[in-house]
T-cell receptor, first 112, second 112 residues
Framework: ETGVTQTPRHLVMGMTNKKSLKCEQH?????MYWYKQSAKKPLELMFV???????ENNSVPSRFSPECPNSSHLFLHLHTLQPEDSALYLCASSRGPNSPLHFGNGTRLTVT | DAKTTQPPSMDCAEGRAANLPCNHSTISGNEYVYWYRQIHSQGPQYIIH???NNETNEMASLIITEDRKSSTLILPHATLRDTAVYYCIVRPIWNAGNMLTFGGGTRLMVKP
């Protein structure tokens, strides 16, 4: 148990679907993150939220839309994805922007 | 951020110490050395970090050379559950986006 819970663990979606990934942390942290891990590529930072405000968008295409309603919850809304977007999407949280990251176990996304 | 170099893979016998090296020859004085690991089908897990002095916690020890150009992560009594990819990361002390650059890491295989 990492304290960061991601749902669903696995998701298969077509290119025309709309789906959302959910992340919840029970650690009292103030910063939350989305990372993408593709096969044979290093982890890539996508978005950063600090006290519910987005502070980083690492040149992510608009078909990925994050939402952070409060410091404990983070969503990633997906629409019109491409097969190359298939990857492991990892959520993380930290006490602050300079503290160690705590990761969830990810959502394995397959786009068909 | 300074780049790191790690061996792609290592083996270790169960119960023995695992010593994982990392070179970071371009590290600057205001950059930490962080270590994370990723067990198969899980998200990355924070292990330890340090600036100049050696550090120890319940998971591992971190030995940083005096010139700070390299470091070694030590798992004192490796178990089969320590089989994972270990990432050495250098990041600035003040890093507003907590942007970690993960490289390829070292795949540690602990064998019975």
């Amino acid at each position: 148990e990492t304290g960061v819970t991601q749902t669903p663990r696995h998701l298969v979606m077509g290119m025309t679907n709309k789906k959302s990934l959910k992340c919840e942390q029970h650690l009292g942290h103030n910063a939350m993150y989305w990372y993408k891990q593709s096969a044979k590529k290093p982890l890539e930072l996508m978005f950063v939220y600090n006290f519910k405000e987005q502070t980083e968008n690492n040149s992510v295409p608009s078909r990925f839309s994050p939402e952070c309603p409060n410091s404990s919850h983070l969503f990633l809304h997906l629409h019109t994805l491409q097969p190359e977007d298939s990857a492991l999407y990892l959520c993380a949280s930290s006490r602050g922007p300079n503290s160690p990251l705590h990761f969830g176990n990810g959502t394995r996304l397959t786009v068909t | 951020d300074a780049k790191t170099t790690q061996p792609p893979s290592m083996d270790c016998a169960e119960g023995r110490a695992a010593n994982l090296p990392c070179n970071h020859s371009t590290i600057s004085g205001n950059e930490y050395v962080y270590w994370y690991r990723q067990i198969h089908s899980q998200g990355p897990q924070y292990i330890i970090h340090g600036l100049k002095n050696n550090e120890t916690n319940e998971m591992a020890s971190l030995i940083i050379t005096e010139d700070r150009k390299s470091s070694t992560l030590i798992l004192p009594h490796a178990t089969l559950r320590d089989t994972a990819v270990y990432y050495c990361i250098v990041r600035p002390i003040w890093n507003a986006g907590n942007m970690l650059t993960f490289g390829g890491g070292t795949r540690l295989m602990v064998k019975p």
